[in-house]
C-alpha cells in the first residue's frame, strides 16, 4: 500500500478485556515496529520484527502483550485483560530493512474504561 | 544506554521566525539520526534523516545538522509559518533493532 495502515483508529474497551491491533506495513519493508505513546509522553518501543521473526521484544511491558507477524506483512498486537494504565495510542511503523528511514501509521487510540 | 534529549519542551514564536531545536544524546555510536513531526491526533512524519557520516540535510525550509562526536543535532526552520505547528521528535537507531526518541518540543506558530 502506499502507506502504513493501522485499524482501529480508535478502540474503546472495558477493562479485563482481550483487544487486537492490526498494522499493515508499506509493502516490502521487512522490519516492522510497535511503539507505545501515553498521553502527554514520549514514544516507547514495544518490539521489533526482521521478517516474521521478532529479534527484540524488550519493550514490551508484561506477558499480557504479545505481538505476531505473519508473511513479512500484517502485524497483530494483542493485549489480554486489559487495564487502565494500557490506554495509549498505539503506533506501527515499517522501514525497508534495519537502520533505515522509518515511517509510521496513524496509529490506534486504546481507551481502557 | 542510549538516551536522547530535546530542548526546549515548548516553543512559541511569530510567524516568519526563524528557530532552531535542540536535541542531544548520550552515545556517539549512532547510525542516523531521524527528524520526525507529529501533529495532534495524527501519527508520526519523517522530515530529514542524516547518515552518521553525514554533517547536514536540508530539505526545503528545514535544515538538520549532526555533530556526532559531541552528541547533538539541531533542526533549523527558516521563515516559519502557522502550519509548521507541530511537535518535532529528534530519534536514533540505538543498535540496529530500535528508534530511540527524545520527548518532543512543542511548537506553535501564531499569526
Known amino acids: 500500500g502506499a502507506g502504513v495502515s493501522q485499524s482501529p483508529s480508535n478502540k474503546v474497551t472495558e477493562k479485563g478485556k482481550d483487544v487486537e491491533l492490526r498494522c499493515d506495513p508499506i509493502?516490502?519493508?521487512?522490519?516492522l515496529y510497535w511503539y507505545r505513546q501515553r498521553l502527554g509522553q514520549g514514544l516507547e518501543f514495544l518490539i521489533y520484527?526482521?521478517?516474521?521473526?521478532?529479534?527484540?521484544k524488550s519493550g514490551l511491558p508484561s506477558d499480557r502483550f504479545s505481538a505476531e507477524r505473519t508473511g513479512e506483512s500484517v502485524s497483530t498486537l494483542t493485549i489480554q485483560r486489559t487495564q487502565q494504565e494500557d490506554s495509549a495510542v498505539y503506533l506501527c511503523a515499517s522501514s525497508m530493512g534495519q537502520v533505515e528511514k522509518l515511517f509510521f501509521g496513524s496509529g490506534t487510540q486504546l481507551s481502557v474504561l | 544506554k542510549q538516551e536522547v534529549t530535546q530542548i526546549p519542551a515548548a516553543l512559541s514564536v511569530p510567524e516568519g521566525e526563524n528557530l532552531v531545536l535542540n536535541c542531544s544524546f548520550t552515545?556517539?555510536?549512532?547510525?542516523?539520526l531521524q527528524w520526525f513531526r507529529q501533529d495532534p491526533g495524527k501519527g508520526l512524519t519523517s522530515l530529514l534523516l542524516?547518515?552518521?557520516?553525514?554533517r547536514e540535510q536540508t530539505s526545503g525550509r528545514l535544515n538538520a545538522s549532526l555533530d556526532k562526536s559531541s552528541g547533538r543535532s539541531t533542526l533549523y526552520i527558516a521563515a516559519s509559518q502557522p502550519g509548521d505547528s507541530a511537535t518535532y521528535l529528534c530519534a536514533v537507531w540505538g543498535g540496529y533493532n530500535k528508534l530511540i526518541f527524545g520527548a518532543g518540543t512543542r511548537l506553535a506558530v501564531h499569526p
Open positions: 542524516i547518515q552518521s557520516s553525514q
Open positions: 520484527f526482521q521478517g516474521n521473526s521478532a529479534p527484540d
Open positions: 509493502s516490502g519493508h521487512t522490519a
Open positions: 552515545d556517539s555510536a549512532i547510525y542516523n
